[in-house]
């Protein structure tokens, strides 16, 4: 489980930029990721795109390792 929160700067903008962090656990360890985009709406449909890293952490026998990626996201959302 975790916790997740997400802002808009100036949604008024025509490319409006947010930011999301999601901080959590799984049975193996923390983890973390945040994401920086914009945003394009048409009417009742928003495409998002944007950049992500995770970061997730892990114990194996007794020393602590992490693992890191980046990635691209991209997106659609409908609002009814």
Do not use: D
Not at 1 to 15: D, E, H, I, K, M
Not at 47 to 55: P, R
């Amino acid at each position: 489980g975790g916790v997740s929160y997400r802002y808009t700067l100036n949604p008024s903008q025509a490319l409006p930029p947010f930011g999301g962090i999601v901080l959590g656990g799984t049975q193996t360890g923390p983890m973390g990721r945040l994401t920086l985009g914009v945003a394009y709406q048409l009417g009742s449909v928003s495409l998002t795109a944007g950049v992500e890293g995770m970061l997730h952490a892990f114990r194996y026998q007794n020393r602590w390792f992490s693992t890191q990626k980046i990635n691209a996201t991209y997106g659609v959302s409908f609002y009814f």
